[in-house]
């Protein structure tokens, strides 16, 4: 049977059209019809062979055949070549006599089966079936064989002559067939699938990632299009819509994204661009070192965004050439002769058919949509990962740094915080907007050029305005950015304030100064705001320019349009030049965001770099930076790890980075200084120690002793590498020596007690119960609610100072260091507990091992146990040897010191008082929950925001302000429109015209208006300028108003919360941790200020424009509502199932964030004491986990916006063909105005973006609307009760107390209502001028009893009367001010000396001298250049932690008022000082009543009252001779003890 025969059989053609130029298809077409029923059958079978297996509970989505991505863009290629060949047989059919199936249905049955192909395929190859794959390879052979047999006989029909699509189509399609025939023979060849067991190549692997079935994000894995449409996040965003997702629903992110791989490679290139450029370029290193890292990526996302950007432009040139086919439509059309045979489509008449273009109009949209936000998923992938890799870096570095370089007053504590949390930010920022760096201004270019094709010269005056403007939106820009940089620098001075309010939160409350630093926090907001209110305006003129430009070039470019041009302003020219000015305003409002978003970068790239090379601790300038720690799996990742020694810390203290030097020293030596000179500050002039000529014994126990300020503290530091070496050297005996330290002022973490002592060194059981034992903490792990387990406070809180002390030298113990030094830890022991500790810890444990010791103490009587004593005096070693020694050198210094340690030994049973106050003080001051839990998880709503939360903002912005604001957006959007259809009805004005006057043969909208004396085109000129004048008038209104309502609304929620947490009482800040409290300070507030106003405005903006555009349509062609409902039906769904995860992920950053700021805060306190223990890389890692948590959730969450915004895109595509659809057939049926078709077009062409921007804005509200809740949360936390209920301050005598009287009557107080009562029915009477000694045991309720004096704590029943009047009605202001207390912990502010004794600067200079003699410290500030004024540094680091104890001893003095509690604070004193300070106490308080909880009871036996407690009760009260009389009393056996 010939080929004619068989195509007459089968294509029923007649002799009569068998010359048909088509004819050659038919057979080919027909029988490739068999080829994709085929497919058909086999995927059914597949179908039912997938139902009926039992499903796997783990399959990964892991794409790993050869040519994998190569098949999947074939197979797109098939899609639209079919979908090609459908329209063009389609129009094919409809201009030929007959409609011939055969043009059109076997591209249907190709597009279908085309589908089933991929599908089959994805399913076969994630399940790693590859034998089935041998199905697809029959039918690409069999269809590829039909195409090409269909391509050789078009050629010999001629076909190949003229541009028909239905040749170069059926080309492409069989061109991909034999593409993807090779490609399946490849994989059969390699694999062997087919060849049995013996002959297959296995199945490969997944990767490590898929292995961890923890891994849970796919993205990376998942085929493109599952990659590019985010297919694979359905079940998990299904999860978050049946119930609130929880941080374990998130998973593992993928290795390339963790911290340490991060850090690891960003850290690797800085060093290696800082060699090649040296220090003086770390700005440009750092932006070399993100070249390096992600430059490669970057790149493929901008290739994604010019091609998105490219095809924007589709949209523009498909309404000019669909309002033309509406045109021609309308035309009379000739009588034209239908062939007989088949006709077919060119190209050039292919292209030009509207429903053709409409189509087109659909896939450049939907290509597009994936594009773009394939880009954006790539710059946020790389921006998180570039943050956490700074974040990492900045952490790191911060363990390196010294304490000089933070201390001093070029760095502060604030500026460190805010490297961390706003540069990286920053960076990250930069990240995300890097592309439309070079996608604005190109799509600038193109768009003018298009405009300039469309409409000529006129095109040039627009551009002109555009070009004229520019420079002024720059230098706006420019002054932005620079205002950003100020506004930095206030929010880094606010910050470090308000970081040192809360770090001295319960002495602020005890000395009644809330007021005072509440107000120097507002007036740091102030100028703050005043910056920001700065920026806000240049802003304002941003937006008005941006906005208002395209009004203006379109206003100019169609007014000059009409006057120069031959022809009228038809429909097609108007909107198609419309939707390209619409393109315009996107680059124009985006360029000078990016500008300020890039000098922003600039500005903390430049911070960053600087920080990155300040000054390290001695021995560690050397150090590669981004030395962390990756995982064994993580190596795989990052070129050249060289893994360190000790696995648990590559930034390792050993002997190399303690000093200067490191030498071989004799086996007797540890330490060797020699001719030793330090300074805290590089640049000092003067250095603090001076001639240093010191060797530690190996194996010994050094003492170093001396007076207040004589440079102890500084020689340990010095030893430990933490000072500036001037001039000598510091050598250690072996480079693997490490050192154990216990700080003076005691570092704990927020962790349980046993990890506190542990730090990271493996449990063994005996060790620990030894050190636990020699500690005397035994007792203290009874009374704690869950032993070693409690959980410890921040900086130890709810610990006394000598609980704090011992655990901190328990660590010391329990370590396995060669060198062990202790910085005075005896003097906030009792005497029972300090001996025991002595003696059992550092005579017994740590000379038992052979462990060099060196103690700082004032403990004098313990001299004769030390083998080598240091005396220092003056920042010198005033003389060094042995006790021996000392004796014979300086016999006076020795007989000194016999009189000083004669009266310690009869002190000492009372610092066994003391350390029960101390451990009672603590213990009272926090009492844990029965799991020994203290800190209180971190708030969380759940649900939707509530409507109450947006009305806070609304009634804190001003109710008002906000009506006014929406109505001006209201009447913006109102004269867009009018505007809008204005020019509809002058584009569809006929072209036939007489000079000025058009004649219109449709319906005006505006019909009944009159414009007697102007021409038509004056007429539609004129209002059309109104209009617009219109629209840029409520721009500039609307923007001003938004802009108040931002700034008051920022203004009255700082002020909220700040007036709120000022006055919360110490509980919650006893059980908040501080970075929970500052982030809402910092980060929260940042985006109330500069975030929030704006994701509002464009909700609302959006939200009308949406509206109006639905309006428009529905306006134009009614019909347009039939498919519109229900896509907009849809879209509700969508954006509510959206927001039901996005809102929950949101708060799961921001809850993610708290642990990273309060981790870096926690360790800013004690880095010399992690740098000692080696312990840098645990403390790394633990905070780059950290690091993972918040990148983990910011990944899901902007990866779920991508899923969110290509299917708002995929719909707004929906919306634009519906519309394009509708209003062509409404066009082509009837009679619409082409004007409308190009409105309906052009506002339909917008809605796409508007939809988008609408969800993604109302979910960006409810992101940021979660800060303000969390500030909203602390604007309504409990505060303490200011206001007495009967007493008012000016009811009290102005003298009050005049007498200084304290009677208690049966008072039972309490830490928190859920908690046990610490002092119960306590009765007692202080007389006036009374000096009162209180003691007791651990727990006893000694500082309670003080606290409650202050109404620090709940005083639930009872009454406390001062000079007879109930302290219950008296305001806390007026209460506090009128009592002074001197605290065991000796608190410091950074300012000047004048400020910390005299913050109300109500003191005369002759007072501030008058207490600084009393208080020991004249000398030393008189020697201080600037005197009073001299500056303290932050937390007074600056002074030595005795001086600062004298400090706050001066500043008791100045207040004078007739009632003194002294906790302990003499403890870190020595024996001298304190005595003359007892003394001056004496003297200067004769008069006035002195409460102390007792340091060394010979300072209490000669007070007036001596009150014992005992587990919350008075056990004895009375004058000290009558109870030492009775030999039975506690008090009598604490003395005789001694």
């Known amino acids: 049977m010939d080929d004619h025969l068989l195509q007459s059989l089968i294509c029923n053609f007649t002799s009569k059209n068998s010359a048909s130029p088509d004819h050659p298809t038919c057979l080919p077409e027909m029988l490739s019809c068999v080829s994709h029923v085929y497919v058909t059958l086999v995927a059914m079978v597949t179908g039912i062979t997938y139902c009926c297996r039992e499903k796997s509970t783990h399959v990964a989505p892991w794409s790993h055949y050869s040519g994998h991505t190569l098949r999947w863009l074939l197979s797109l290629l098939l899609l639209l070549s079919y979908m090609c060949a459908i329209g063009a ?56 064989g039909l195409q090409g047999w269909k391509v050789w006989r078009m050629v010999h029909a001629g076909y190949a ?80 819509y049946k119930r609130p997702l929880e941080m374990s629903d998130l998973g593992k992110l993928p290795k390339e994204h963790h911290a340490a791989v991060n850090h690891k490679l960003l850290g690797q290139a800085f060093n290696e661009h800082m060699t090649k450029w040296t220090s003086a370029h770390p700005a440009r290193s750092l932006w070399a070192s993100f070249v390096t890292v992600y430059g490669w990526r970057f790149f493929l996302g901008c290739l994604f965004q010019f091609v998105g950007s490219l095809l924007a432009f589709v949209g523009p040139f498909c309404i000019d050439r669909v309002v033309q086919y509406v045109e021609l439509s309308h035309q009379p059309q000739s009588n034209t002769t239908i062939p007989q045979g088949v006709s077919l489509v060119t190209f050039d008449t292919f292209a030009r058919n509207g429903f053709v273009l409409t189509v087109v109009l659909l896939v450049a949209l939907v290509t597009k949509a994936c594009c773009l936000h394939m880009a954006n998923y790539i710059v946020m ?108 620098e206030q929010t880094d001075q606010r910050i470090k304030k308000s970081n040192e309010m809360l770090q001295a939160m319960k002495l602020i409350k005890l000395y009644a100064w809330e007021d005072i630093f509440s107000d120097m926090i507002k007036g740091a907001r102030k100028k703050e705001l005043g910056v920001l209110l700065k920026g806000f305006l240049y802003g304002v003129c941003v937006l008005f320019i941006t906005r208002g430009t395209p009004i203006l070039t379109t206003l100019l470019t169609f007014g000059l349009y009409t006057l120069i041009a031959d022809e009228p302003l038809t429909a097609g020219k108007a909107f198609s030049s419309l939707a390209l000015f619409n393109i315009l305003e996107v680059p124009l409002m985006v360029l000078p965001m990016v500008t300020r978003v890039t000098v922003n970068a600039v500005v903390s790239n430049r911070r960053l770099g600087k920080f990155f090379v300040a000054p390290e601790v001695d021995g560690t300038d050397q150090e590669l930076r981004g030395e962390s720690l990756p995982t064994s799996s993580e190596m795989d990742l990052v070129n050249a790890f060289h893994p360190s020694e000790d696995q648990r810390s590559p930034l390792v203290i050993n002997a190399s980075q303690l000093g200067s030097e490191t030498f071989e020293l004799n086996d007797n030596t540890a330490i060797q200084v ?239 008082v003391k350390n029960d106050e101390k451990k009672d003080k603590k213990e009272e001051d926090e009492k844990e929950r029965k799991d020994g839990k203290l800190m209180t998880q971190e708030e969380r709503e759940k649900g939707i925001v509530e409507v109450k939360v947006y009305l806070t903002y609304a009634y804190a912005g001003g109710i008002v302000l906000v009506i006014v604001a929406m109505l001006a957006q209201v009447a913006l959007r109102g004269f867009a429109v009018a505007r809008d259809f204005w020019l509809s009805d002058w584009s569809s004005a006929a072209s036939g015209h007489n000079g000025s006057q058009l004649e219109t043969s449709y319906t005006s909208m505006f019909v009944g208006i009159e414009h007697p004396g102007v021409t038509d085109v004056e007429y539609y000129l004129i209002g059309y300028a109104i209009l617009s004048g219109g629209v840029i008038l409520t721009t500039l209104i609307g923007a001003l108003l938004f802009l108040f309502v931002s700034y008051r609304a920022a203004k009255n929620l700082h002020r909220a919360m700040l007036d709120n947490i000022v006055r919360a009482p110490m509980r919650f800040f006893d059980t908040t941790p501080l970075g929970r409290i500052i982030n809402r300070f910092s980060s929260d507030t940042q985006t109330i200020d500069q975030k929030l106003q704006t994701s509002i405005l464009t909700v609302v903006s959006t939200t009308l424009q949406c509206l109006a555009a639905v309006v428009v349509n529905a306006i134009v062609t009614p019909w347009f509502l039939i498919p519109a409902l229900p896509v907009i039906g849809f879209y509700f769904f969508m954006q509510n199932y959206f927001r039901a995860s996005s809102r929950e992920l949101q708060r799961l950053e921001n809850i993610s964030k708290s642990p990273v700021l309060a981790s870096f805060t926690e360790v800013l306190g004690g880095l010399s004491t992690v740098r000692s223990y080696k312990e840098q890389g645990r403390f790394s890692q633990q905070f ?27 719909i707004g595509s929906v919306i634009v063909f519906a519309a394009a659809l509708s209003s062509l057939l409404a066009a082509v049926l009837g009679h619409l105005a082409p004007g409308l078709v190009g409105l309906s077009l052009t506002y339909a062409l917008s809605v796409s973006g508007y939809l988008t921007w609408l969800v993604r804005s109302l979910a960006n509200v409810e992101m940021k609307m979660n800060s303000l809740e969390r500030v909203k949360h602390y604007t309504e936390v409990q505060t303490e009760p200011q206001e007495g209920t009967t007493v008012t301050p000016v009811d009290l005598p102005a003298n009050w107390p005049s007498r200084g009287e ?52 709940d005083n639930f029943a009872g009454k406390i009367y001062i000079d007879d009047v109930d302290i219950s009605k008296i305001g806390l202001q007026a209460l506090r001010s009128k009592l002074s207390i001197i605290p065991q912990d000796p608190v410091l502010f950074a300012g000047t000396i004048r400020f ?75 024996l001298e000082t304190d005595s003359v300070l007892q003394t001056a106490v004496t003297t200067a308080f004769a008069d006035r009543t002195v409460i102390t909880i007792a340091h060394r009871l010979s300072t209490i036996l000669d007070y007036d009252h001596i009150l014992v407690l005992k587990d919350g009760r008075v056990v004895e009260n009375g004058p000290p001779q009558e109870l030492l009389c009775d030999t039975n009393s506690l008090f009598s056996a604490l003395v005789r003890g001694s």
């Open 1302 to 1353: 304290v009677r208690v009557s049966e008072l039972s107080t309490r830490y928190a209502a859920d908690l046990e009562p610490v002092l119960m029915n306590v009765s007692v009477l202080f007389k006036g001028g009374e000096k009162v000694g209180i003691c007791g045991r651990t727990g006893s309720g000694k500082s309670s009893l003080t606290l409650s004096l202050f109404r620090m704590i």
């Open 674 to 912: 020699e001719d030793g000179s330090f300074a805290w500050d590089l640049e000092s002039k003067q250095p603090i120690l001076t001639d240093l000529y010191i060797s530690i014994p190996q194996g010994k126990l050094t003492f170093i002793v001396g007076s207040v300020g004589s440079g102890k503290s500084s020689l340990l530091n010095a030893l430990l590498g933490e000072m500036t070496t001037i001039t000598g050297s510091v050598r250690f005996s072996s480079a693997h020596n490490c050192v154990a330290f216990a700080a003076q002022k005691p570092w704990l973490l927020n962790a349980s007690l046993k990890d506190n002592i542990l730090f990271g060194s493996p449990m063994d059981r005996g060790r620990y119960s030894a050190v636990i034992s020699a500690c005397a903490l035994q007792p203290d792990l009874d009374i704690l609610p869950a032993g070693e387990e409690t959980e410890i406070g921040e900086k130890g809180i709810n610990l006394s100072g000598g609980q704090k002390q011992r655990v901190s030298v328990a660590r010391a113990l329990y370590s396995t260091a060669d060198i062990v030094i202790l910085d005075d830890p005896l003097s906030a022991l009792d005497v029972h507990v300090g001996t025991q500790l002595f003696e059992e810890g550092i005579v017994g444990l740590l000379a038992a091992e052979g462990r060099t010791v060196i103690l700082v103490t004032h403990k004098l009587q313990l001299l004769p146990e030390a083998d080598l004593i240091l005396v220092m005096k003056d920042g010198q070693v005033a003389i060094q040897g042995t006790l021996e020694e000392i004796s014979q050198a300086s016999p006076h210094l020795f007989e000194q010191w016999k009189e000083e340690w004669d009266e310690q030994e009869e002190e000492e049973e009372e610092e066994d």
């Open 1396 to 1470: 910390n004794l005299d913050p109300m600067d109500s003191r005369s200079d002759q007072e501030l001298w008058d207490a600084l003699a009393a208080a020991q410290l004249k000398g030393v500030v008189s020697d201080l250049p600037e005197g009073l004024d001299s500056v303290v540094s932050e937390g007074g680091e600056n002074f030595s932690v005795g001086q600062r104890q004298l400090f706050c001893l001066a500043r008791a003095f100045l207040r004078k008022t007739k009632i003194l509690i002294m906790d302990e604070a003499t403890a870190s004193l020595d």
């Open 381 to 488: 992938r790389e921006g998180i990962s570039a943050k956490t890799g700074l974040q990492a870096m900045v952490y790191e570095k911060t363990l390196r740094l010294s304490s000089a370089a933070l201390t001093g007053v070029t760095m502060t504590t604030g500026e460190v915080i805010n490297h961390l949390s706003i540069d990286a930010g920053n960076i990250m920022d930069f990240f995300l907007y890097i592309f439309y760096l070079w996608s604005a201004p190109i799509t600038l270019v193109v768009a003018m050029v298009m405009l300039y094709l469309s409409l000529g010269e006129a095109a040039l005056a627009g551009a002109g305005l555009m070009i004229l403007l520019a420079p002024v939106q720059w230098y706006l820009a420019m002054k932005m950015g620079r205002l950003q940089k100020e506004t930095l």
């Open 89 to 144: 047989g389609a129009i094919s059919a409809s201009d030929s006599e007959r409609p011939w199936p055969y043009l059109y249905v076997p591209s249907i049955l190709g597009l279908v089966a085309t589908f089933l192909t991929i599908s089959l395929y994805n399913a076969w190859e994630t399940g790693n079936c590859r034998v089935p794959l041998l199905s697809l390879l029959v039918y690409w052979a069999g269809v590829g």
């Open 161 to 240: 002559k003229d541009l028909y699509v239905r040749f170069y189509v059926t080309i492409v399609v069989a061109a991909a067939y034999v593409l993807l025939l090779v490609i399946e023979l490849y994989l059969l060849l390699s694999k062997r699938y087919c060849c049995g067991s013996c002959c297959a190549v296995p199945p490969s692997l997944p990767p490590s990632d898929l292995q961890d079935r923890e891994m849970t994000f796919y993205q990376p894995f998942v085929n493109p299009v599952s990659m590019v449409t985010y297919w694979w996040l359905n079940g998990f965003l299904s999860l978050g």
């Open 1184 to 1210: 780059q986990q950290n690091l993972d948590s918040t990148a983990k959730t910011f990944m899901w969450l902007n990866t779920a916006n991508r899923w969110l915004g290509v299917r708002l895109d995929l």
